[in-house]
């Protein structure tokens, strides 16, 4: 039970960019100058207490969602944090549900996204009124009341309350979490705008500290992957693990083609190969794959837990790619958790954007200490960028990452980082203008 009521006086939303596109950050086959992004939303209480939250975006697109943030807030301002986790089922209803702005959606696209980062600032507001870092919140949590944050609407024919409540498990592995972390691998050594000499000397870093589990994009151009997948492959050697990730660049036939030839270099999974939203293409080319030992990895653009259900039930994907700001924040990914692990499906969450690790480590953590308690063929994406803008950056120690400690979801950004970062007032933006 909260000690006081917190009410929501009210929220403000700030466009935050980041210029990574300039030295091709985040560059993949589809997304090739990416500003990694944020709508950045504070949650203010009559308290003093503030919660922070935010969702992924991508330059020009951020304007859209903060105008979407600033249409949900009417929804938040004036209920109190005691009330909204006494019903907090109902209270993602309220937003998600609206009886104009669903039209916008339901449940998907900029209105899902502003969802995501209003209900990431709640949880953020939660989490530090209960002075715990999230997963130790969720850890701590009764069942019954992880159970009553969840909507089960749409998918109880895949999972129902009574199945959900029989998964969670009390904690039992928080203490190997602490001594050891969760695994993590790295996306940052081979983004599709680096050259070959970048990659190679990325690569000889990360493997000097430490890293066996690494990400490559592909998908523009057969010639380029083929050798950038030699190069990494050689250089990790046959015994560390290699993904593929071509963000949506092909059509389903294509895709099944161009995988086989990259075969040789015995990738885990492709991640991403098709359209986001083609279950049934996904499917195929699971089947078309698995003879090979490729796996189908997707989610970080897959809409809502609706769509999770039925690339679970379609056998369309074989890892499950959780993302904190696309799903409706933790009440959603909460759902799609538990159906992955009814599935037995693993579950690798989506990190590549700026401030996605902070906040995914906290749901990963609780999938392994209450829901999964597994660690085969489970590891946290990592990317290298722009943590040094956050009050509580990720810790990764020898490719793990390690349990963050202070209370709240490690949204809280520097404010001056934040003011210099603003779009389109902020210095680093005047400076880019002038250039
Ligand atoms: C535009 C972004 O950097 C994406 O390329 C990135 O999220 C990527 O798909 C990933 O898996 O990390
Ligand atoms: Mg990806």
Request: glycine share 6%; proline share 4%; charged share 20%.
């Amino acid at each position: 039970m909260l000690k006081m009521v917190h009410k929501i006086t009210h929220v403000t939303v700030r466009d935050v960019r980041f210029p990574t596109s300039l030295e091709q950050h985040g560059s993949d086959a589809m997304h090739t100058d990416p500003d990694y992004s944020t709508a950045y939303v504070v949650v203010h209480t009559d308290s003093g207490l503030q919660g922070f939250g935010f969702t992924f975006t991508l330059g020009k697109g951020t304007e859209i969602v903060v105008c979407a943030v600033r249409a949900l807030a009417g929804l938040v301002v004036g209920k109190s944090l005691q009330e909204i986790v006494s019903d907090f089922r109902g209270f993602y209803r309220l937003l998600s549900s609206d009886g104009q702005m669903r039209w916008l959606g339901p449940e998907k696209g900029v209105i899902h996204l502003a969802t995501a980062a209003v209900l990431n600032a709640v949880w953020d507001l939660w989490a530090r009124a209960e002075g715990k870092p999230l997963w130790k919140l969720l850890v701590d949590m009764d069942p019954k009341q992880i159970v009553s944050c969840v909507d089960f609407r749409y998918i109880t024919d895949a999972l129902t309350e009574e199945e959900a409540l029989d998964i969670l498990v009390k904690a039992q592995e928080e203490d190997q979490m602490l001594k050891e972390g969760y695994p993590a691998y790295t996306t940052s050594c081979a983004w599709i705008g680096y050259s070959d000499e970048q990659l190679k000397q990325l690569c000889t870093d990360a493997l000097k500290s430490g890293w066996t589990k690494f990400k490559v994009k592909v998908g523009a151009d057969l010639e380029d992957d083929t050798r950038r997948c030699r190069l990494i492959r050689q250089m990790i050697g046959p015994d560390k693990t290699l993904m593929i990730d071509a963000n949506q660049r092909w059509d389903v036939s294509e895709a099944i083609g161009w995988v086989s030839s990259l075969a040789e270099f015995k990738p885990l999974w492709i991640e991403e190969p098709t359209c986001p939203d083609d279950i049934l293409g996904h499917a195929a080319i699971s089947k078309a794959l698995a003879p090979l030992g490729i796996g189908v990895a997707t989610g970080e653009q897959c809409q809502n837990r609706v769509m999770f259900k039925q690339f679970l039930q379609a056998s369309a994907l074989q890892f499950v790619q959780i993302d904190s700001c696309r799903l409706g924040s933790v009440n959603e990914n909460l759902a799609v958790l538990l159906m992955a692990h009814k599935f037995k499906v693993p579950v690798c969450p989506h990190a590549g954007g700026v401030g996605l690790c902070e906040l995914v480590q906290h749901l990963i953590l609780f999938d392994y200490i209450c829901v999964s308690g597994s660690l085969s063929n489970r590891m946290c994406e990592y990317v290298d960028h722009l943590h040094e803008h956050f009050t509580s950056p990720v810790v990764i120690h020898d490719a793990h990452y390690m349990p963050p400690k202070d209370p709240g979801y490690s949204c809280e950004m520097l404010e001056s980082s934040v003011k210099k970062h603003q779009y389109p007032e902020g210095d680093v933006w005047k400076q880019h203008k002038n250039n």
